[in-house]
């Protein structure tokens, strides 16, 4: 396991600080509001804990305020229901008394199914042909960046341009190779979790690809919304997986995308669907507009 994968699982490692409620922690990073992965895995965490039996199937969630990376999280979980095969989880994420995000979460027990159909995983170079991402924005960014002096625990390959390209296309797809950077223990709810983490690591820039926009841009104005995801099989996140992008459709302030992760064996793993806040705006109103 690598530092920065190391780092990832103490992240994830919440400290129990009563019956259903646990506390987070954050990252030492310049950062003016916390990464929404990272509320979302561990507010994952905190639903898996509490469950007895399956692994979780589905999950959605809404971002409801920008999170402060400078104080712990607090996440509430409300055991809504334990049945023979479905458990249901509801949790709050908190801080300064006010919720942050919230969640719900479906844990299903592993059963035989007889309908089995899914989509065909596209037809594209493999990861080891593909600089790893940290390397290209190094050389685009040098050295002293701050970014890159942040944990890097998933090692993600960009097939074509990165995002923000000079030669990247305006089309509304993206396809990236992604995997936990080392090797995790046996535990399918780490899993699960890491893969939460990352699915929110690039799935905006199809939104932003139509329009040449940058997260950088200072008249734009961009935050995750709600992110909903399915788990269809068994995976592990320390395995290669094509994550393959896309956005139907953006308006009225909001864009919306989708994502499917495929392992290299063709198996459609997870699939994933966010909205999130898209506006252009006048830099001086920023502060006014969420």
């Given at each position: 396991?690598?530092?920065?994968?190391?780092f990832?699982?103490?992240?994830?490692?919440?400290?129990?600080i009563?019956?259903?409620?646990?506390?987070?922690?954050?990252?030492?990073?310049?950062?003016?509001?916390?990464?929404?992965?990272?509320?979302?895995?561990?507010?994952?965490?905190?639903?898996?804990?509490?469950?007895e039996?399956?692994?979780?199937?589905?999950?959605?969630?809404?971002?409801?305020?920008?999170?402060?990376?400078?104080?712990?999280?607090?996440?509430?979980?409300?055991?809504i229901?334990?049945?023979?095969?479905?458990?249901?989880?509801?949790?709050?994420?908190?801080?300064?008394?006010?919720?942050?995000?919230?969640?719900?979460?479906?844990?299903?027990?592993?059963?035989?199914?007889?309908?089995?159909?899914?989509?065909?995983?596209?037809?594209v170079?493999g990861?080891?042909?593909?600089?790893?991402?940290?390397?290209?924005?190094?050389?685009?960014l040098?050295?002293?960046?701050?970014?890159?002096?942040?944990?890097?625990?998933?090692?993600?390959?960009?097939?074509?341009?990165?995002?923000?390209?000079?030669?990247?296309?305006?089309?509304?797809?993206?396809?990236?190779?992604?995997?936990?950077?080392?090797?995790?223990?046996?535990?399918?709810?780490?899993?699960?979790?890491?893969?939460?983490?990352?699915?929110?690591m690039s799935?905006?820039?199809?939104?932003?690809?139509?329009?040449?926009?940058?997260?950088?841009?200072e008249?734009?104005?961009?935050?995750?919304?709600?992110h909903?995801?399915?788990?269809?099989?068994?995976?592990?996140?320390?395995?290669?997986?094509?994550y393959?992008?896309?956005?139907?459709?953006?308006?009225?302030?909001?864009?919306?995308?989708?994502?499917?992760?495929?392992?290299?064996a063709?198996?459609?793993?997870?699939?994933?669907?966010?909205?999130?806040?898209?506006?252009?705006?006048?830099?001086?109103?920023?502060?006014?507009?969420?």
């Open positions: 396991m690598s530092e920065s994968l190391d990832l699982v103490n992240l994830l490692d919440l400290e129990t009563e019956v259903n409620t646990y506390r987070g922690k954050h990252p030492v990073e310049e950062r003016q509001r916390t990464f929404g992965g990272q509320v979302a895995a561990q507010a994952l965490m905190a639903a898996g804990r509490t469950v039996r399956g692994n979780v199937h589905s999950l959605h969630s809404y971002f409801l305020r920008p999170g402060d990376p400078s104080v712990p999280i607090l996440y509430e979980v409300d055991r229901r334990d049945g023979r095969s479905f458990t249901t989880r509801r949790v709050v994420a908190i801080q300064h008394g006010r919720a942050i995000y919230n969640m719900q979460a479906s844990f299903h027990a592993e059963e035989a199914g007889d309908l089995e159909h899914q989509f065909t995983m596209p037809d170079p990861p080891e042909t593909i600089k790893p991402f940290v390397e290209r924005m190094r050389d685009e040098g050295r002293d960046d701050e970014w890159l002096r942040r944990h890097h625990p998933i090692d993600q390959r960009f097939i074509g341009e990165l995002p923000w390209g000079p030669l990247r296309g305006r089309e509304p797809h993206q396809q990236v190779w992604i995997k936990a950077d080392g090797e995790l223990p046996d535990d399918p709810l780490l899993h699960a979790c890491v893969i939460a983490y990352a699915s929110d799935i905006f820039d199809t939104i932003l690809a139509p329009h040449g926009i940058r997260w950088d841009d008249n734009f104005m961009g935050a995750s919304i709600d909903c995801m399915w788990f269809h099989r068994k995976l592990r996140a320390d395995e290669w997986m094509l393959d992008t896309d956005s139907p459709t953006a308006h009225g302030g909001r864009g919306f995308a989708r994502g499917f992760l495929f392992n290299r063709g198996e459609l793993k997870v699939s994933m669907a966010q909205e999130g806040l898209a506006r252009i705006i006048d830099p001086s109103k920023a502060a006014k507009q969420r």
